[in-house]
């Protein structure tokens, strides 16, 4: 089982900041995708990035692979409220298509 | 379309006590995935069924949880006799084919007293 670690654990910012989160394995991935998950929720996948050097943006979202695919980061910008929720990154494996979730970042933006 | 429904949304019971979880999966999605996601923690999978069929239970707890998927649609979790460990949120999804991705329930909040 390849490891994800998300860091930090938790995030608590103001309306307006921006925030990064950071997932990162020691392994190196065929893809990994981010989900978001609000309270009382399921996860609810954002993207999926396969390629190494890898930028893909969804609104104020912005999503990195890193060149050797071992690790990604997820950039908010100008955060809103509706921004809270659990961060949660996840490898596919390419041959069984199972996911594999790190822990996630709590992300808490206040009004 | 409709989403993968699961009931019931929430569940007390006192250790040593059974219960059991339900899934509807979003129609027309052959796979589908129990997980259990621990607080603190990012989902892990349980079992896979392809159809009615298992497909990777590797990682279910066998000697006190059981998961069936007859018809090839429904499907129901049970534990019994649930211990402390077991507080959690369950999680079902489905998934049309490979090229598809996971949807997933909102889950069943369970707490062990």
């Known amino acids: 089982t390849q490891l994800l670690e998300q860091s930090p654990q938790f995030l608590s910012i103001q309306e307006g900041e921006n925030l990064t989160v950071y997932c990162n394995s020691s392994s190196v991935f065929s893809s990994l995708q981010w989900y978001r998950q609000e309270p009382g929720e399921g996860p609810v996948l954002l993207v999926t990035v396969v390629t190494g050097g890898e930028v893909k943006k969804l609104k104020r979202l912005t999503f990195q692979f890193g060149d050797a695919r071992k690790d990604s980061s997820l950039h908010i910008t100008a955060a809103q409220p509706g921004d809270t929720g659990l961060y949660l990154c996840a490898h596919l494996r390419s041959n069984d298509y199972k996911l594999s979730f790190g822990a996630g970042t709590t992300v808490t933006v206040r009004a | 379309e409709a989403g993968v429904a699961q009931s019931p949304r929430y569940k007390i019971i006192e250790k040593r006590q059974s219960v059991a979880f339900w899934c509807n999966p979003i129609s027309g999605h052959a796979t589908l995935y129990w997980y259990q996601q621990i607080l603190g923690q990012g989902p892990k999978l349980l079992i896979q069924?392809?159809?009615?069929?298992?497909?990777?239970d590797s990682q279910l707890p066998k000697d006190r949880f059981s998961a069936e998927r007859l018809k090839g649609v429904d499907s129901t979790l049970k534990i019994q006799p649930a211990k402390l460990e077991d507080s959690a949120v369950y999680l079902c999804?489905?998934?049309?084919?490979?090229?598809?991705?996971?949807?997933f329930g909102d889950g069943t909040r369970l707490s062990i007293l």
């Open positions: 069924f392809q159809n009615n069929g298992v497909v990777d």
């Open positions: 999804a489905s998934r049309l084919n490979t090229n598809q991705p996971q949807h």
